[in-house]
């Protein structure tokens, strides 16, 4: 074989490595857009929502008149989407970090008002991570783990949220990992497997029914949203493997 065959052939080889690299994790790299689904709790009928989608610089989700004689509490939810129509379906290793600013705001200082990621698990249920009012809460809980920031969140701040889902090598576990402001979690590890497949992610507010205020109103905004791959170390590998094959063929070919 002459070294221009040579050359080839190492080339073939490095382009295969890097096309199975990319198609393993370019899934999540198709999302490029979001969906509205109101009222997934539904308790206040008579509540009319706000509901702008400009992904992926911002989302927001509102309710106003939220008062009813019975019936706890009203929430919208947004998720991510490839097509502009359905809500992404995650596989069980479709690895990713999504981010988004967050602010919520409501006019009744004694009921609840929540907002944040809202990971919808097939294997263990909803995850979520969220800003809470009045409880000053942000951080995680349901599914695999609780965590609390120990941020003390008041209506009106905004927060930065993040959460990554990756495999966690040193455990040998599919795992996430949480952050708000710059703050991160430990790793939690899925004892199931992972999140599962047709597992969606978004996010989602909340607002609570108060009977006694005809104004109770409140809404959440959602900004700066990003979501990107993160590879699988099978992955990293292959990659490895045409950088250090693309290595070795241009030495050697500088030396024919």
């Known amino acids: 074989m002459n070294s ?15 096309a199975f690299a990319s198609g393993a994790y370019a899934q999540v790299g198709s999302i490029n857009s ?20 400009s992904y992926p610089g911002s989302i927001t989700l509102g309710e106003s008149g939220m008062s009813a004689a019975t019936g706890y509490a009203d929430r919208d939810v947004w998720r991510f989407s490839n097509d502009g129509l359905t809500a992404y379906q995650f596989g069980n290793n479709d690895y990713f970090t999504a981010s988004m600013t ?48 120990g941020i003390t969140y008041a209506l009106g701040n905004t927060i930065t ?61 959602f900004g700066n949203i990003s979501i990107e791959s993160v590879p699988e170390p099978s992955v990293l590998a292959l990659l490895g493997l045409g950088i250090v094959t693309l290595g070795a063929a241009v030495s050697r070919r500088r030396r024919i």
Do not use: M
């Open 4 to 18: 221009l065959q040579h050359c080839t052939c190492k080339a073939t080889l490095i382009g295969l490595c890097l």
């Open 102 to 149: 967050l602010t919520v705001n409501g006019n009744d200082a004694s009921i609840d008002n929540e907002g944040g990621f809202l990971l919808s698990s097939t294997s263990v249920g909803d995850i979520q991570l969220i800003a809470n009012y009045p409880g000053a809460f942000v951080g995680q809980f349901g599914g695999i783990s609780f965590w609390n920031s």
């Open 34 to 53: 979001a969906v509205i689904t109101p009222r997934v709790f539904n308790d206040v009928p008579g509540a009319v929502g706000t509901y702008l989608n």
């Open 161 to 221: 949220l993040s959460l990554s889902y990756f495999y966690d090598t040193i455990n040998s576990a599919n795992a996430l990992q949480f952050s708000a402001n710059g703050i991160y979690s430990p790793v939690f590890d899925f004892s199931s497997g992972g999140i599962g497949a047709g597992s969606t992610l978004g996010g989602y507010y909340q607002i609570q029914n108060d009977p006694n205020n005809l104004a109770n109103a409140g809404q959440a905004l």
